[in-house]
């Protein structure tokens, strides 16, 4: 008798976590909001963000490929801007100080966000560095990239028109 309960329990558990993983975002659902803290100081919230065309990109300076995209990832945002596009990089460090190094190393001058505590990875389901998401102007997650090569850039690119001229 006490076998069963425990396969029960078993069989339950499983089940909770087959449930948690249903709430990660997918290509067409609304993108979980998230609050982080900027480089320059002021929250960010990505629900006030809509009416814009958002890329969320998980990056750490421990990721080799992180180090390639970033640059390519600052130049999709200063062409892109003034149309209604915003770059959300958000830094999963343990500490604010490796971000930053990493940054002034790669003369890259965007203003990262930090997750040092990995919540909003957590939620997001970042498993590969660097994870990448384009979201609509409605919110809704249209693509998700895990990882990244070389040439990804024009990709995003394409991506983030198509959904500017929405």
């Known amino acids: 008798m006490r ?9 339950v558990t499983a089940a909770l976590v087959d449930v948690s993983h249903a709430a990660l975002p997918a290509v067409g659902s609304v993108a979980p909001d998230f609050a982080l803290k900027s480089g320059s ?3 960010v919230r990505l629900s006030e963000l809509r009416g814009q065309v958002v890329l969320i990109n998980f990056w750490a300076s421990w990721c080799g490929p992180c180090r390639e995209e970033l ?4 130049k999709l945002q200063a062409r892109y801007r ?14 604010r100080a490796n971000a930053d190094a990493m940054l002034r190393k790669l003369g890259v001058k965007l203003v990262p966000l930090y ?9 997001y389901d970042v ?3 660097p994870a990448t998401l384009i979201v609509d102007r409605d919110g809704r997650v249209r693509y998700v990239h895990r990882g990244y090569r070389g040439g990804y ?14």
């Open 41 to 43: 100081g002021r929250n």
């Open 153 to 166: 850039e024009v990709k995003y690119e394409e991506q983030v028109r198509e959904l500017l001229t929405k």
């Open 127 to 129: 498993d590969t560095m």
């Open 71 to 74: 640059p390519q990832l600052e």
């Open 3 to 11: 076998a069963t309960i425990v396969a029960v329990t078993i069989v």
């Open 82 to 95: 003034s149309a209604g596009f915003t770059l959300l990089a958000v830094n999963i460090d343990d500490t």
């Open 115 to 123: 997750d040092t505590d990995k919540r909003t990875a957590k939620r």
